[in-house]
């Protein structure tokens, strides 16, 4: 096989979580000391806003326990792709690949190749089932992103019907009646506003963090159908009439 420069640039998502979280977290400490947090918690009575913080931060550590994992997968595909390239066929077919995805996908190809003879190999089928492997629970992003907004739009709901509820029997002629009434409104808008607004905030932050996640696997799937086109499946082809 032909030498080159094995590179895998901007594989790693792990050092623009940390940056991106680290940011992150300084805005809520700055939020945390004029106050605006302890405000948003005592002006919802519903609680609905620290539930939605508590589901960001839980999605939040698995999208980093996704980012380590892709981030090892990323350094395993380096190791693959230097193992393979410029190296002797026998890598192939005879062990001596590291541990990882990408390098399970190559001994598939391997195998597969073994098995169907003079064929040609193609590898459509199993590049599906190394996507499928690399994405892993990626997809929960998505599913919390929406939850998050969702619950923010329920708080909106509630809001209002807090809201709305004194007007019903109001009697405008009593005033002590009608500030009582106008607090309670208050109140309403505050929970429809500050869960509205948890809930958009911790809906787009989530979005980022995945969507770094998603760009570091798309990488290491091209990466890995380029190693495997050019230096797997050709070598694998040329085998197969010798044989």
């Known amino acids: 096989m032909s030498e080159r420069r094995v590179d895998l640039p901007g594989h790693d998502p792990l050092l623009p979580w940390l940056i991106f979280t680290g940011i992150s977290l300084f805005a809520f400490v700055l939020l945390w000391y004029f ?5 948003m918690v005592a002006s919802d009575p519903t609680h609905i806003s620290l539930i939605i913080s508590l589901l960001y931060v839980a999605s939040s550590l698995h999208c980093l326990w996704r980012v380590l994992a892709i981030s ?7 190791r693959a792709a230097q193992a393979v390239v410029g190296s002797d066929r026998r890598v192939l077919t005879e062990g001596g690949l590291p541990p990882g995805l990408v390098s399970a996908h190559i001994r598939d190809l391997a195998t597969k190749a073994a098995l169907q003879g003079a064929e040609r190999l193609d590898q459509t089928l199993l590049l599906r089932v190394l996507a499928s492997r690399l994405l892993g629970s990626n997809s929960f992003g998505a599913f919390a992103s929406d939850t998050l907004m969702k619950l923010g739009l ?18 405008t002629e009593n005033r002590e ?7 309670l409104m208050s109140d309403g808008m505050a929970v429809a506003m500050y869960t509205t607004l948890v809930g958009l905030a911790g809906s787009v932050l989530l979005k980022i963090q995945y969507s770094l996640l998603d760009s570091a696997t798309a990488k290491i799937f ?15 082809d040329a085998r197969a009439p010798a044989e």
């Open 35 to 39: 106050g605006l947090i302890g405000r």
């Open 72 to 78: 090892r997968e990323g350094d395993a595909a380096l």
């Open 154 to 171: 329920l708080g909106t709901i509630i809001g209002f019907i807090m809201m709305l509820a004194p007007i019903a029997g109001l009697d």
């Open 177 to 183: 009646a009608v500030r009582s009434s106008m607090s």
């Open 222 to 236: 091209a990466f890995a159908v380029d190693l495997t086109e050019v230096h797997v499946v050709s070598a694998l």
